[in-house]
Nanobody, 121 residues
Framework: QQQLVESGGGLVQPGGSLTLSCEAR????????VGWFRQAPGKEREEVAY????????YYADSVKGRFTISRDISKGTVFLQMNRLKPEDTADYYC??????????????WGAGTLVTVSS
């Protein structure tokens, strides 16, 4: 079965850090752009960051630049999202996604089930 499996969400205080992981099972990420979208309650799903596995192109949304870092371990088929200096407005369900480059909401080949990140004191 081909799937993306996320882990690493949870509750963190403002200013804290979390790392999300996204592992591909049953297929290789080599030919995809892989990244993260998030959706807060009552809001539309938005793109956070992605990396193109074949040429290492990286994209960050303006709202997370300088705070979030996306990286990958090709040998493990895993992509990571290191989130620092978290803010309450970062609270959302975070979804891993893989698709053709550039990664776009309307053109996703694989979605993860999502992991909840809550930033609150």
């Amino acid at each position: 079965q081909q799937q993306l499996v996320e882990s690493g969400g949870g509750l963190v205080q403002p200013g804290g850090s979390l790392t999300l992981s996204c592992e591909a099972r049953g297929f290789t990420l080599d030919y995809y752009a892989v990244g993260w979208f998030r959706q807060a309650p009552g809001k539309e799903r938005e793109e956070v960051a992605y990396t193109n596995m074949s040429d290492e192109t990286i994209y960050y949304a303006d709202s997370v630049k300088g705070r979030f870092t996306i990286s990958r371990d090709i040998s493990k088929g895993t992509v990571f999202l290191q989130m620092n200096r978290l803010k309450p407005e970062d609270t959302a369900d975070y979804y891993c996604a893989a698709g053709p480059h550039p990664l776009k909401l309307g053109d996703i080949a694989y979605w993860g089930a999502g992991t909840l990140v809550t930033v609150s004191s």
